[in-house]
């Protein structure tokens, strides 16, 4: 029963508390003088225009993200490629750059040279065999060099030959290691 009298006042005092007129007489005075206040003219919404599908047409161009080979008299007839069914010899996984000639020597009349692969590998080669990335092949060998042609692709993707060379390097010079 105690808890019932506590649970009324308490009730009361609640309700009390939301009763007063005083604390409300701005909000009423503000709600009279808001027909005075300037009002404000929203502008009309756009007209909604119909929807007009766009028509793609340019079927018949380029397309932009596909290479395209532009064709000059110059190399309009190029015959040249690479075979690239013929099986790859062992210094055709090496950079060009990256390979030493070290030596040559002289067998039955025939030139070889040798020549120092990046990985320690020695290998001697002679006319003819293929060398570096670029499809190079050896044209001739000199005590000093090795001369070769290689097969690269232009610009518009055409192949072109190009001369290269391997320097004979001087073996007698000592390196400081670190």
């Not at 750059?97 to 040798?114: P, Q």
Request: hydrophobic share 35%.
């Amino acid at each position: 029963m105690m808890r019932w009298i506590v649970f009324a006042v308490m009730t009361a005092l609640m309700l009390g508390g939301c009763g007063g007129s005083g604390s409300l007489s701005d909000l009423r005075q503000f709600v009279k003088n808001a027909d005075k206040l300037p009002h404000g003219k929203i502008p009309p919404l756009p007209e909604v225009q119909p929807y007009q599908p766009f028509q793609y047409t340019a079927f018949d161009i380029p397309n932009p993200f596909e290479p395209r080979k532009v064709e000059t008299p110059k190399t309009a007839g190029s015959k040249l490629k690479p075979d690239l069914n013929r099986r790859r010899e062992p210094l055709e996984a090496y950079a060009l750059e990256t390979l030493k000639m070290v030596g040559t020597l002289e067998r039955d009349n025939k030139m070889y040279a040798l020549v120092l692969a990046p990985d320690h590998n020695l290998f001697y080669v002679t006319a003819g065999n293929y060398i570096g990335q670029n499809f190079g092949r050896i044209t001739q060998i000199t005590d000093s060099e090795i001369k070769l042609k290689e097969l690269v692709q232009d610009s518009s993707g055409d192949w072109t030959q190009r001369a290269s060379a391997l320097q004979l390097i001087d073996t007698n010079k000592t390196v400081a290691k670190k």
